[in-house]
């Protein structure tokens, strides 16, 4: 997406905080510190209050480690004030998963420069079969390099995108010794969730999509058309992204595309509204696997994709 576009994006999402008075940011993925404008855009979305509350840049540093020093300083004084970071490893086995050689070294030049420049960093780990066993040692050598915003911390891949294949995940045998507090509630094997949501009549009932959570993801494509993409309960809807195209941000404006949206949703998602946890561990849920799942991924992704994928075939 060009400079232009992202810029008349960024207005529209400001037009949208001020009609509802919620907050509204961008989120940008593959890797936005490849962008040659990226200065300009990132000022442009602090100085119109784009953020959250504890806002913080995702990023896997490439950019970041390649900017000018005066460039770090502009971005600090207009209040880009976190960076997140996400590893696999360190050394060659961050750089095999991330697919190129020296993206390790790029994560360490960001963390000092942020360092260097007052900026505030996060970091965590990608969790796979492959890597789990070397979270502690990799957690050690990276909160040695400065002060870290927060500990050091971990996710497993979604049920989609090029992590996702099965082969990937984890079990929950092999993450155990990190399931501590209030993780062990959340991450469990499919077996759990299956056995765990049958087994309790609140679960059971639950709706798959629950409209009043109060997060709504909007998927912008670079000709500014406009897609709903997810919430709180995941995002299965890229099965049939069509069937969720809510229309075109030039021609409509993303206020008017907003209202009719919460006016009546697309139809995949009224689908997900009366659906339930229940119908879907019944009918999606494999008892024999002791992979890990964050419920959300399990049920809002994994299930529900499933389901939407079969009532399309219909």
């Known amino acids: 997406m060009d400079e232009s576009t992202i810029q008349e994006l960024l207005d529209e999402l400001a037009r949208l905080k001020t009609h509802t008075g919620i907050a509204v940011f961008p989120q940008f993925f593959d890797e936005p510190t490849l962008h040659p404008a990226l200065v300009n855009i990132m000022k442009r979305q602090l100085e119109l209050g784009l953020v959250f509350d504890g806002w913080w840049f995702s990023t896997n540093g490439f950019g970041l480690a390649r900017m000018a020093d005066e460039d770090w300083h502009t971005l600090g004084e207009v209040g880009f004030t976190a960076i997140r970071l996400t590893l696999y490893g360190t050394g060659e086995q961050h750089d095999s998963f991330a697919g190129r050689e020296g993206a390790y070294q790029d994560i360490l030049e960001t963390i000092r420069k942020a360092e260097e420049h007052g900026i505030d960093w996060l970091a965590g780990m990608i969790l796979t079969s492959e890597n789990e066993s070397h979270f502690e040692n990799t957690k050690a050598t990276i909160e040695a390099l400065g002060s870290p915003l927060t500990e050091f911390g971990w996710l497993i891949p979604q049920s989609q995108g090029r992590a996702a294949d099965a082969g990937f995940r984890p079990t929950i045998q092999q993450i155990s010794r990190l399931l501590t507090g209030d993780k062990a509630n959340v991450w469990k094997s499919e077996e759990q969730f299956v056995r765990g949501i049958l087994d309790n009549p609140d679960l059971s ?52 595309l907003f209202e009719d949206l919460l006016e009546e949703p697309p139809a995949p998602v009224r689908l997900l509204s009366v659906v339930t946890w229940g119908e879907l561990a019944d009918k999606y849920g494999n008892p024999d696997n002791h992979q ?23």
């Open 292 to 314: 890990a799942f964050h419920v959300t991924d399990l049920v809002g992704r994994k299930w529900a994709a499933q389901y939407l994928r079969e009532y399309g075939e219909r």
């Open 205 to 256: 009932s639950r709706k798959v999509w629950d409209p009043t959570c109060g997060i709504v993801y909007l998927d912008v494509e670079k000709d500014l058309d406009l897609y709903f993409g997810g919430g709180c309960d995941g995002d299965p809807f890229h099965v049939d992204k069509d069937q969720v195209r809510l229309g075109n941000i030039r021609d409509d404006g993303i206020v008017c």
